[in-house]
């Protein structure tokens, strides 16, 4: 019995293995560890957890890619070290991929949490897109479930990580974050219908990222 559960876990891994960074030619020789790091995390979940849920894929693949091009790093040492980091970002993140919807920090909390956030420092953005049914479960749970890394290119998803990872508690950080990327583009929001906001949101424009974070953290340090 257990061997068919495995079987059919594995089977879903690699379902979402091959879409990671399917274009990206470098991934290509890391596809096994990304399989063995889920599959060993899913298995090493604590009794209750939900164990492998989508999405985790791609919290692991920057860390992947980053031990992987450290020039003294072996890619057996590569994978440990993803795998090892992966479990610390995880003991944060395992509440916002929590399937039961009473998690009081799960994924629902935080996107309400978002949308408070989006109302005290942008009040008329915020009712516009609540106006034309824009609920930020459309856009943000992916924004914040894999911390934006199917936003940007790879180059600045990781300097987006860079950012997330200095911070002291990583979601807070991510939500003013999230809350800056709405601003920056609201002239274009605000005038758009809600298939128009979709669009944006869907498939964020180009931008600074350096830019972003400093916006975020003007709006973190602001009064209002």
Same mark, same amino acid.
């Given at each position: 019995a257990e061997y068919?559960? %495995?079987? %059919?876990?594995?089977?879903?891994?690699?379902? &979402?293995? *091959?879409?990671?960074?399917?274009?990206?030619?470098?991934?290509?020789?890391?596809?096994?560890?990304?399989? +063995?790091?889920?599959? *060993?995390?899913?298995?090493?979940?604590p009794t209750g957890s939900d164990g492998y849920r989508q999405g985790m894929n791609e919290m692991v693949a920057p860390l992947l890619l980053v031990f992987a091009d450290a020039p003294f790093v072996h890619v057996s040492d590569a994978e440990a070290d993803a795998f090892f980091c992966f479990q610390i970002i995880m003991k944060e993140m395992e509440r916002v991929y929590a399937v039961k919807e009473t998690? *009081?920090?799960?994924?629902?909390?935080?996107?309400?949490?978002?949308?408070?956030?989006?109302?005290?420092?942008?009040?008329?953005?915020?009712?516009?897109?609540?106006?034309?049914? *824009?609920?930020?479960?459309?856009?943000?749970? +992916?924004?914040i479930r894999v911390w934006l890394t199917r936003e940007f290119d790879v180059p600045e998803a990781?300097?987006?990580? %860079?950012?997330?990872?200095?911070?002291?508690?990583?979601?807070?950080?991510?939500?003013?974050i999230c809350v800056a990327m709405l601003i920056r583009i609201r002239a274009l929001l605000l005038v758009q219908d809600f298939s128009g906001c979709m669009?944006?949101?869907?498939?964020?424009?180009?931008? &600074?990222?350096? &830019?972003?974070?400093?916006?975020?953290d003007r709006l973190r340090i602001a009064n209002v």
């Open positions: 068919f559960r %495995d079987k %059919d876990l594995r089977e879903v891994i690699e379902k &979402d293995v *091959v879409r990671t960074h399917a274009d990206l030619h470098r991934f290509l020789p890391l596809r096994d560890s990304l399989s +063995r790091i889920l599959f *060993v995390y899913s298995k090493d979940a998690e *009081v920090l799960g994924i629902g909390r935080q996107l309400q949490e978002l949308q408070a956030l989006l109302r005290i420092k942008d009040p008329r953005l915020e009712a516009h897109l609540a106006q034309i049914g *824009v609920d930020p479960r459309f856009y943000a749970l +992916r924004w990781l300097r987006m990580w %860079d950012s997330l990872l200095a911070a002291d508690i990583r979601l807070p950080w991510l939500r003013y669009k944006l949101l869907l498939h964020y424009p180009p931008c &600074d990222i350096a &830019d972003l974070l400093r916006v975020a």
